[in-house]
């Protein structure tokens, strides 16, 4: 898996001051993207295990500060990108149980809960924003997604309850 970029201290992309990773590579060709350039699974940089480690460090050192990690595109859920991800979650949440971890799909989250490999990466996550931009409902009022269709969903009370949660509306 490649990724484009990583911001250090964003206060943009999810609650409170996050980590967020921009990784490459996305199948969903949304008119207008901001990012098309991600959309090659190629470019960018390698997401090696010593970015993964610099990512671990940074957490370590500003603890306190960090609310937790984003995952972002690109397409965090683009088929080559789940297991890398995966692997890179399951590590960071055994050193940061208690951090947030948002996620952002082209997929709707009914797409996701039907089928297995997207879920399996969607599951381990708390926060995600779902859908393909739409031009035609663009919003430039929404918190945290670009388009009305886009949705902020609870994941692990949506699949406690086994139905939407909207995490905010
Ligand atoms: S899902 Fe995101 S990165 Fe992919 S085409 Fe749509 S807006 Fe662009």
């Known amino acids: 898996m490649n990724y484009s970029g990583i911001k250090y201290t964003d206060m943009i992309n999810g609650e409170g001051i ?9 199948s969903h060709k949304c008119v207008d993207c901001f990012n098309s350039e991600t959309w090659n699974p ?11 480690n610099e990512i671990l460090s940074y957490f ?7 609310k937790g990690l984003s995952l972002l595109g690109g397409d965090p859920t683009y088929i080559d990108n789940i297991e890398p991800l995966r692997n890179f979650i399951l590590k960071f949440k055994t050193n940061f149980p208690e951090k947030s971890i ?9 797409m996701i809960l039907a089928n297995p490999k997207l879920l399996s990466l969607i599951e381990l996550c708390d926060v995600l924003v779902d859908g393909k931009f739409n031009k ?17 969903i609870d994941i692990q009370k949506s699949l406690k309850l086994k139905e939407i949660v909207k995490y905010i509306d």
């Not at 190629?42 to 993964?52: I, M």
């Open 136 to 152: 035609d409902e663009k919003n430039l009022n929404l918190k945290w997604r670009g388009s009305n269709n886009q949705r902020v």
């Open 18 to 26: 996050r980590v967020s990773i921009f990784v490459s590579g996305c």
């Open 42 to 52: 190629n470019f960018g940089n390698p997401f090696t295990e010593s970015v993964e």
């Open 102 to 110: 948002w996620i952002w799909s082209g997929f709707t989250f009914e």
């Open 60 to 66: 370590k050192k500003y603890d306190k500060s960090i």
